[in-house]
């Protein structure tokens, strides 16, 4: 073989080492990734029944200072949380030192500070576990049990997104009555045997107070975020305008999702990410209601989109309202970890996961069966719209590796 057959020979075996070796390297980070993705899965499934505990591993400091020191840019609590359970005992014993209306907004919801001055937000039981919501998917008063099921879901999805929820029975004679502000407690009446309250918010009215069977009231408490990370509120790209005849640019214009990579905080870093995860699990629970989002502020896109208000979920089992997923099949782009997590979650699995997780509760049965097995239904919806968009574009275009390092200094 002549000199010069030999160097080109020589040279082309070179380029395939070279291509070979980084199509493998490629694979076995790929292949690392989704085994990592895989014992995620497992941790989080070992430790989804957590009980109401009161005892603390750090004795020296409170389930106050534990639950603030979890919070960090990308995340509310951490993958391993074994204090989880005496936070949320805390949350559902501790004493009611002082009771207020809620900060503002359109439902009625009360601030509460419990003993050792941790603010939590309790949300009323307007509804029966079995109650159909009519009408528009963000129709009705608030479900205080969906803030329950939303923050065990956020923890099945692997999100640790949304802030730390747990059921509670409180004596409003005696509880709160007492700790009341003037402006709450001038809210206060009696229907038949039953003590109600209206609040103070946008729809709170008179004429539909929150009524407790008696005395006692079931809700669910909601621990307020440390105040050294103030919330910065945004627009969703996708929110509704709630205006009969009148639709949004998303809803008519299907390039609408490269009008918004094009645009700041979207056009880099994690948060278009997080609006479609934030996409399906608004979808699993049904709602509707995202209209604004919050995170942390002057982030400039890097933090979390935190989940909060999750209320107005789990109002019609049998309502799957598919334009809550418009960032998914918009943008055809998704977490290659949100997509394996769904995939684990296939089968029955996430209905067994989402039922163990709040069985420990306090309001348990915290979700109806059909609210459970709708849950399962919609996750297969979910995931043939990511199949749809894979056949579409291909999986290297719609399945993104996004992994954020979490910083817990």
Not at 159 to 181: Q, S, Y
Not at 211 to 239: F, N
Not at 251 to 275: F, H, M, W
């Amino acid at each position: 073989m002549k000199l010069k057959q030999r160097v080109v020979l020589l040279a082309i075996l070179l380029v395939i080492f070279i291509f070979t070796k980084v199509f493998l390297i490629d694979n076995l980070d790929t292949s690392a990734a989704n085994r990592e993705d895989q014992r995620a899965f497992h941790r989080m499934m070992a430790s989804l029944h957590v009980e109401l505990d009161p005892r603390l591993d750090h004795t020296l400091q409170s389930p106050w200072e534990i639950a603030a020191q979890w919070v960090v840019p990308r995340e509310v609590y951490p993958e391993e949380t074994p204090e989880l359970g005496a936070v949320l005992h805390a949350m559902t014993t501790k004493k009611i030192i002082k009771a207020d209306v809620g900060y503002k907004g359109t439902q009625l919801k009360a601030l509460l500070i419990l003993e050792g001055g941790q603010k939590v937000v309790f949300k009323p039981k307007r509804y029966a576990r079995d109650y159909v919501v009519e009408g528009e998917p963000y129709a009705g008063y608030d479900r205080h049990n969906a803030e329950v099921a939303a923050f065990h879901l956020d923890r099945i999805l692997g999100f640790r997104r949304a802030p730390v929820v747990v059921g509670r029975f409180v004596n409003l004679r005696t509880e709160i009555k007492p700790v009341a502000t003037e402006q709450l407690l001038g809210t206060f009446m009696t229907v038949g045997n039953n003590t109600c309250f209206y609040g103070k918010c946008y729809y709170c009215r008179e004429t539909e107070p929150a009524c407790a069977d008696g005395d006692i009231m079931e809700g669910s408490v909601t621990l307020w975020l440390p105040d050294v990370w103030p919330l910065q509120k945004h627009r969703h790209p996708w929110g509704r305008t709630y205006r009969e005849g009148k639709l949004a640019r998303w809803e008519y214009d299907e390039s609408y999702c490269d009008a918004v990579k094009k645009t700041s905080p979207y056009d880099s870093g994690p948060r278009l990410l997080d609006i479609i995860d934030t996409a399906i699990f608004d979808y699993l629970i049904g709602n509707a209601d995202r209209h604004h989002y919050e995170s942390f502020q002057d982030d400039e896109g890097a933090s979390m989109l935190i989940l909060l208000d999750n209320a107005k979920s789990f109002g019609n089992p049998a309502l799957d309202e598919r334009s809550i997923l418009a960032p998914l099949y918009q943008c055809c782009i998704i977490r290659v970890s949100t997509w394996n997590r769904l995939n684990y979650l296939k089968n029955g699995v996430l209905k067994t996961a989402l039922k163990t997780a709040m069985s420990h509760d306090p309001i348990s049965p915290v979700l109806s069966d059909p609210h459970l097995d709708a849950l399962d239904q919609r996750l297969l919806s979910i995931l043939a719209t990511v199949k749809q968009c894979t056949d579409q574009f291909g999986p290297d275009v719609v399945l993104v590796e996004d992994r954020m390092t979490l910083s817990h200094l």
